[in-house]
């Protein structure tokens, strides 16, 4: 019991001595869905643009500022595309673009955090889409932490934004008539983990 209530202490006196040199443990958050906007847009006709959204998207966040480091982990479900024209909502979620079938997700896997005054401002890693694995980098702005509201918990929301060719993943019906070029912006809401 001795040897136990030792290693508490030792526990307990690293935490003080870490939280009094201005330092915090890496906090983790878990992406909100009601409370995300997962957007993105691609070019019609070279002078149109088109626009969707997926409706199921989550995952986890951890920030660790004081350690340039953490980890971004999210998956977005295919067959919750959403363009506002249902026909068109059911080719996309077919075999000639996401395959929703075969492969359900979208993952985006961090490999990299950048911070600018311990505030997070990129991200660097890799997503997989149709079964293929390509680097993706992600930008993050607006990031504002807080009490949520109408739930008091703490939680952070962030405007991300990054791009992808959808040819590098096998989709390349329509070209050039659809563009290749696939912007995204995403405004996430991400509550502290109980």
Do not use: K
Not at 11 to 30: K, N
Not at 50 to 70: C, H, K, M, S, W
Not at 84 to 102: L, V
Not at 147 to 176: I, N
């Amino acid at each position: 019991m001795t040897a136990v209530r030792r290693a508490a202490g030792a526990v307990l006196a690293l935490l003080a001595t870490a939280l009094a040199a201005g330092e915090t443990p890496p906090l983790t958050y878990q992406v909100e869905p009601a409370l995300t906007n997962a957007g993105f847009a691609v070019a019609q006709f070279g002078v149109l643009r088109q626009y969707g959204r997926f409706e199921r998207i989550g995952g986890t966040i951890v920030l660790d500022p004081d350690g340039d480091a953490g980890r971004v982990d999210l998956a977005i479900a295919t067959a919750s595309v959403t363009t506002g024209w249902e026909a068109r909502d059911d080719f996309i979620r077919g075999e000639s673009m996401f395959d929703a079938a075969r492969y359900p997700e979208v993952r985006f896997r961090s490999l990299r955090l950048d911070y600018v005054d311990a505030r997070l401002v990129g991200v660097d890693g890799e997503v997989t889409l149709r079964g293929v694995t390509r680097p993706m980098h992600l930008d993050v702005h607006d990031v504002q932490c807080g009490l949520a509201a109408g739930g008091g918990r703490d939680g952070c929301r962030a405007r991300v934004v990054g791009r992808l060719s959808r040819a590098a993943f096998g989709m390349h019906f329509g070209y050039p008539l659809i563009g290749d070029d696939v912007e995204f912006d995403f405004a996430i809401m991400a509550l502290r983990a109980p």
